[in-house]
């Protein structure tokens, strides 16, 4: 049986995601498949610095991290942060491979992929390498020649590893993972139904949803609004109470953590969320127009202009605007199926069967 070891990390939630949609297709289709935490299972010290790091500068200081962000996307200064991490993980994540002995690896975040071009140039391993692109602007950190090939989420990503000197002949627009129930029973929406709007903010939340929530009450539309907080009890709690202690003459249905994003999704109109790269992949496949009223800088900042361009979303730093973005969008269907079919463009090379397969042809090919 073929082994497939997938290395992710928890620097927001989107990584772990991908690579366990992975896990689960490549065993649905008989191989043996591993997922791995590249930082918990290296380094506390690193996991603490990096995951947690992340956690504080995108909620408590964006602007701080988007600084960061851009500068670490230049080559010099880029190999300057990447290589101590390199260097202190390099051995162990070694180990691990050795010890799963797999036929391919796969990276679902960024900073695997040095490690792994390490080992390859030094010719401690002789194993193909596959690297997904988990964002629609290719950031420095991927860029390595010891890739065989990247899985992108669009043809606008690829053109961006091109950019950087990658071969168009190791780039696929296969789409970024997403869990085989987005992918699967899409329905047309009924013309006797309640427009329904789905708020979200990521799997960390978004503490400015509640201002978002009380602008949508002012909409003059009638509408059904579904509301997902992910793990921020504080925020769910915090609407709970205003819904509790205040009129409203809207549906409200209010979810903290919850597994059934799909669902919801079939049954919405719109989506109003933060850019993250699976959120986004999953809206598209979903074929859910998007608007965008909050991002960390950085790459959901170069998300979200990637999405404006293609037609499929609408950005507004201003809370304020967003009761006019939805009445505009309700009273005007036609728009809204502009950015649809836009969507559906943008999704027709997506498919996990494709990584599948060319995941095979990687492993005969070495």
Do not use: W
Request: charged content about 25%; proline content about 4%.
């Amino acid at each position: 049986m073929k082994k497939i070891l997938i290395f992710t990390a928890s620097t927001g939630g989107g990584h772990n995601q991908a690579a366990a949609s992975l896990v689960e297709e490549f065993k649905n289709n008989g191989y043996e498949a591993f997922k791995v935490d590249m930082l918990k299972e290296t380094s506390s010290v690193l996991n603490t610095l990096i995951s947690d790091g992340y956690k504080v500068l995108a909620n408590k200081m964006p602007k701080v991290y988007g600084g960061l962000y851009k500068l670490s996307d230049f080559e010099k200064i880029n190999t300057h942060i990447t290589s101590p991490i390199t260097k202190v993980v390099c051995g162990e994540i070694n180990k691990i491979i050795q010890r799963h002995n797999p036929n391919l690896i796969i990276g679902t975040h960024p900073f695997i992929v040095d490690i792994v071009g390490k080992l390859k140039r030094e010719k401690t391993i002789d194993i193909p390498f596959i690297s997904i692109v988990t964002d629609f602007e290719a950031h420095q950190t991927y860029i390595n020649e010891y890739v065989d090939a990247y899985i992108t989420g669009s043809e606008y990503t690829c053109e961006s590893l091109a950019n950087r000197g990658i071969s168009r002949a190791i780039l696929y627009p296969y789409g970024i993972p997403v869990k085989r129930a987005f992918l699967e029973n899409n329905k047309e929406k009924s013309q006797k139904d309640i427009f329904q709007i789905l708020l979200m903010g990521g799997s960390m939340g978004v503490r400015s949803m509640n201002k978002v929530f009380k602008n949508l009450l002012e909409s003059s539309n009638n509408f059904k609004l579904v509301i997902v907080c992910g793990n921020d009890e504080d925020l769910k709690k915090s609407l709970e109470s205003f819904i509790d202690n205040n009129p409203i003459n809207k549906q409200i249905k209010l979810y903290g953590f919850t597994d059934k994003i799909a669902e919801l999704m079939d049954e919405s109109d719109i989506i109003i969320t933060k850019p993250g790269g699976l959120t986004v992949t999953e809206s598209i496949v979903k074929n859910i127009p998007m608007i965008i009223p909050y991002l960390i800088p950085g790459q959901e900042e170069e998300n979200a202009d990637f999405l404006v361009k293609s037609g499929v979303a609408i950005k507004t730093s201003d809370k304020k605007e967003i009761k006019y973005i939805v009445d505009y969008l309700i009273e005007n269907p036609d728009k809204l199926k502009d950015m649809r079919d836009k969507m559906k463009e943008l999704s027709q090379k997506y498919s996990i069967e494709s990584i599948i397969e060319l995941a095979d042809k990687l492993i005969l090919q070495y």
